[in-house]
């Protein structure tokens, strides 16, 4: 009977060991309204390695859906989780602004804690100086790769969509004049075109509007074969159901994933069951793209970037506190990608700073590019040449 009952305490002692975590992970993300996919990563790794308020290993917090106008509230919310004594990283799903100051605080708290960020708002530069690993998508590569892509499917016009804001960002500018010189080597047209920012006096809702009159008018006027490119997510949707209903090519979008602009664009809805299944996401997105006569025309990531990125951040910081892998190492973090999107190809860069100098712990990294009713382009087998690492 004591043997019994030994038995039973063992196992009910090995549970409680197994349940409490002897460390913690912090994942902030935005809400799953205004940041779904990187929320869906933030529950993958919780349903991987457990929530902290259960015993598990990981603490998810949302910062303000208003974060511009309540910037303290952000900081403060991502800062608070230093307060944690078992905390040991800090993954940003996003790295929206009052994410270096944020970091900086920590660093003066709890330097011991590990920082990472994902599609950092700041400046690359103050970024690279407060984290342990910033990851963003490879504005080189894809910035030669997308107009390739274009071309290799027929386009013979590249359109590229965006705002002033947004080109005053060194990425985004970086990008555009990338495409710009790869058009030029290709023989293709390159068009610069102007669109409402959706923060302005006009919203979201006026510069969608604006999207969904203008496409026909750009394919009436520039033809059939232009590919098109918009820098503001917000302008994906309505260009995605002129391009479906008009005609056009559509590479992928700036943060590409199949429920970037597809579902409302197509009409498309997704179960329970599908959500974060990204292999049953891209079928279904897929057969609607099938349907509406846009295969072979439209395109994306087969797993979304913004969910991948919080999910192998998580998976990566991990390893580095057990001691499985070093933080810089680029190639075992390219492995934890592929581990998460089976069947896809990965690929990237250095970031390389204005004073010429790469950063090691700022990488830049893409995904092959999938056509829908066509499948992967093999992409990430191909060699950017280097002139276009050399254009700012």
């Known amino acids: 009977m004591k043997k019994f009952l030994m038995g039973i305490f063992m196992a009910l002692l090995s549970v409680f060991a197994f349940a409490e975590a002897d460390y913690h992970i912090g994942i902030v993300t935005g809400t799953v309204s205004q940041s779904e996919d990187a929320a869906r990563g933030a529950e993958a790794a919780i349903a991987r390695y457990g929530a902290a308020e259960k015993g598990g290993k990981i603490v998810h917090v949302t910062y303000p859906d208003n974060f511009m106008q309540e910037m303290e509230t952000t900081i403060s919310q991502i800062a608070s989780l230093a307060d944690d004594p078992k905390m040991k990283a800090i993954i940003m799903g996003e790295g929206v602004p009052g994410t270096v100051e944020a970091y900086r605080r920590i660093r003066e708290k709890r330097p011991d804690i590990l920082l990472l960020t994902n599609s950092a708002h700041e400046d690359p530069e103050m970024v690279a100086e407060v984290v342990d690993l910033a990851l963003e998508t490879d504005i080189v590569a894809r910035g030669h790769l997308i107009v390739l892509a274009a071309k290799q499917l027929g386009a013979d016009k590249f359109m590229h969509i965006s705002f002033p804001r947004h080109l005053s960002y060194e990425i985004i500018s970086r990008r ?10 290709l023989g293709m047209e390159f068009i610069d075109m102007s669109a409402p920012d959706p923060v302005s006096d006009v919203g979201v809702a006026g510069a969608q509007q604006f999207i969904l009159e203008q496409v026909p008018n750009w394919l009436e006027k520039y033809g059939q074969n232009t590919a098109f490119f918009a820098t503001n997510n917000s302008h994906t949707e309505p260009l995605l159901k002129r391009i479906a209903e008009k005609g056009g090519y559509f590479i992928e979008a700036d943060l590409p994933s199949p429920t970037m602009g597809y579902p409302g664009a197509l009409g498309i809805k997704f179960d329970e069951s599908e959500k974060g299944n990204w292999q049953a996401i891209l079928k279904k997105v897929e057969k609607s793209v099938i349907d509406a006569n846009g295969a072979g025309r ?9 969910f991948t990125g919080v999910l192998s951040l998580t998976d990566h910081a991990m390893n580095v506190i057990e001691g499985k892998c070093e933080m810089l190492d680029f190639d075992a973090f390219i492995e934890t990608l592929k581990a998460n999107t ?7 860069s250095y970031y390389i700073g204005v004073d010429g100098v790469e950063k090691e712990n700022f ?8 056509i829908l009713g066509k499948g992967y382009l093999h992409m990430t087998d191909i060699e950017v040449p280097e002139k276009y690492f050399e254009i700012k």
């Open 176 to 185: 555009r004049n990338i495409m710009k010189e790869t058009a030029k080597d």
């Open 298 to 306: 439209m395109g994306t990531w087969a797993y979304s970037y913004s």
């Open 342 to 348: 089976p069947g896809a190809g990965w690929n990237g």
């Open 363 to 370: 990488l830049m990294i893409y995904q092959d590019t999938y």
